[in-house]
């Protein structure tokens, strides 16, 4: 079997440096943040569908949960297809806007896995680093962590969007999870130091959870006053717990979370 990624990916792909030029740029509009009810909305998060070559996903399951449960939007957490490749990327987009109401998402380490994996997401979703104001009440800061790192440009970015609306409700969503609970490094973002500048960062600013995808799993843990997540809903089977989403509701003037299994 011949190996599906691109091996110009090692060569040319851009580093995350490189993304965040670009994201700064000013030539990639930031997604609209969704129009929702400021007194009660809900909205979805998960990582990893990887649609695959037979275009097998749990999309379909989502989709009716979107409905049944009346989810506003929802943002997907890197990790979008297996390899991708054209089909599955085409596959995946139809999946995505199924639903039919506004999603957002960030890149993963398989976004990358085509030397072309950058320009496409690029074209295809805008910057990999941005934050979205929802009613007043709830901020979603997307983070890039495809390579399983930060860098300097993007913490710089962090801080100052962690500074701002100080009165909101703040949730940080990306691919890699800062802790594993168990699992090797390669799980979870790969430098001690940006770790912990990461969790400092989080702390001071009072962020009310911070969600990832990357292992297929689920963990909740309780970082000093983080809600650490990582929940994914892959095609397949999971490294530990179940798949899939975690489902935030906004009423009464606070934010409360579930997680939603995937039910065949």
């Not at 009810?37 to 979107?66: H, K, M, T």
């Amino acid at each position: 079997m011949s190996c599906k990624w691109d091996v110009g990916q090692f060569v040319f792909r851009p580093s995350i440096a490189d993304r965040m030029a670009d994201n700064r740029s000013g030539e990639l509009a930031v997604p609209t943040a969704p129009e929702v009810n400021p007194d009660s909305f809900r909205f979805a998060l998960f990582g990893d569908p990887q649609i695959e070559e037979d275009l097998d996903s749990r999309l379909d399951w989502f989709r009716q949960e979107v409905a049944g449960r009346r989810i506003d939007f929802f943002g997907v957490l890197g990790d979008l297809t297996a390899d991708a490749l054209p089909a599955e990327r085409d596959a995946v987009l139809a999946g995505l806007a199924a639903p039919g109401v506004p999603y957002y998402c960030t890149p993963g380490n398989h976004e990358l896995y085509q030397a072309d994996g950058w320009e496409w997401y690029k074209t295809t979703f805008g910057p990999s680093c941005y934050a979205i104001r929802v009613a007043g009440r709830v901020k979603l800061i997307f983070l890039d962590t495809a390579d399983g790192l930060l860098g300097q440009a993007q913490f710089e970015w962090l801080e100052s969007e962690l500074a701002a609306d100080s009165g909101m409700v703040t949730i940080v969503a990306t691919h890699y999870p800062i802790y594993d609970g168990a699992l090797p490094i390669m799980w979870r973002l790969a430098g001690p130091a940006e770790r912990y500048k990461l969790l400092s960062l989080l702390e001071r600013y009072r962020v009310h959870s911070y969600v990832a995808g990357h292992i297929h799993g689920w963990r909740y843990s309780r970082l000093g006053n983080l809600n650490h997540f990582i929940c994914a809903l892959p095609p397949g089977g999971m490294d530990y717990g179940e798949p899939g989403y975690l489902l935030f509701t906004w009423a009464h003037d606070s934010l409360a979370w579930e997680q939603v299994g995937f039910t065949p």
